[in-house]
């Protein structure tokens, strides 16, 4: 199974305001892509592009060599999407809404059985299927969620801001239920909490104010942090001056004050001692510290 996306100089913008999204290049095959970045960098409007449930203003977007604008059904056919805002019918049970959405994906009602079974299984609510829909839990109602976009067993899974609202528990459960996922999909996790792409994602963009500004595994994002990232042991009524100066990613309690890590080019202040990044600190310092383009 071919899985190819392909965005080309991809431009989006409302009316005639200002671009959302300025000159989008990526080129992904399967595995989990994180797509990070703050509120406003343009991710969710991205997410409705992949969706086809917009079109670029300039650019192309290619999957598996196909241009969706021009030919939306071709990507339609294997697209799962999971939006950052999913509503349920709440007097429906799991299995009632879920043979609603293959009537609405258009399955054929001999394969409906068949699947709604299949994806109660691959998100563990088979035993709930019959619960009303009210009754679940917030990451319940996001495991339905992800159900329906497998219905049609695709190749490319698309999921916007997924863990908002839920506890850890079960933000923990949902990274966990997408990690899963992948194999010879695509899966395209977008969010601003790094949590959810630390531990799963393959490789990792970066977006900021419609602008991509890093792009690479885990690994490469924390290597292109070294040297940015000091810890500073202060008292805690220190703290806030720092962060008027300098983003701060991690605050732990030692003995005396505290101890954080300050995202910095040069030691934020005297003893301030160079560390390894973490992927947040990595998040940071590209916000931040990257030249805007």
């Known amino acids: 199974m071919t899985v190819a996306l392909n965005l080309d100089r991809v431009q989006f913008r409302y009316g005639r305001k200002p671009p959302t999204l300025h000159g989008i290049d990526l080129l992904q095959g399967p595995g989990i892509l994180g797509l990070l970045g703050p509120n406003g960098a343009g991710k969710s409007t991205l997410m409705r592009l992949l969706a086809t449930l917009a079109r670029p203003s300039g650019g192309r977007i290619l999957w598996n060599g196909v241009d969706i604008a021009r030919d939306p059904a071709s990507l339609r056919r294997t697209l799962g999407y999971l939006p950052q805002s999913f509503g349920v019918y709440p007097t429906l049970s799991a299995r009632e809404f879920l043979e609603y959405m ?3 994906k258009g399955l054929p009602s001999r394969e409906t059985a ?9 998100v563990g609510l088979a035993h709930a299927a019959d619960r009303r ?22 190749s490319l ?65 924390m290597a292109a942090a070294a040297g940015q990232v000091w810890a500073c042991e202060m008292p805690e009524n220190e703290l806030a001056t720092l962060r ?50």
């Not at 068949?114 to 691959?122: D, F, K, Q, T, Y």
């Not at 969620?145 to 695709?154: F, S, V, Y």
């Not at 949590?195 to 799963?200: E, F």
Request: hydrophobic share 40%; net charge negative; glycine share 10%.
């Open 157 to 221: 899974i698309v999921v916007d801001e997924p863990t908002v609202g839920l506890d850890p528990e079960e933000r923990l459960r949902f990274r966990q239920l997408i990690a899963g996922l992948a194999r010879e999909r695509l899966v395209l996790l977008s969010t601003h909490i790094v949590s959810d792409v630390d531990s799963s994602a393959d490789r990792i963009v970066v977006m900021r104010e419609g602008r991509l500004i890093a792009n690479g595994t885990p690994g490469d994002l």
């Open 102 to 104: 293959a009537a609405v």
């Open 114 to 122: 068949n699947a709604v079974e299949r994806v109660l299984g691959e």
């Open 244 to 293: 008027e100066r300098h983003p701060v990613s991690h605050v732990g309690r030692v003995s005396g004050g505290l101890r954080v890590h300050a995202i910095a080019r040069h030691p934020p202040m005297p003893g301030a001692q160079s560390v390894e990044p973490t992927l947040e600190d990595a998040y940071l310092a590209c916000l931040h510290l990257a030249d805007r383009a």
């Open 133 to 154: 829909l009210g009754d679940f839990s917030g990451g319940m109602r996001q495991r339905v969620g992800i159900a329906q976009a497998l219905l049609n067993d695709p």
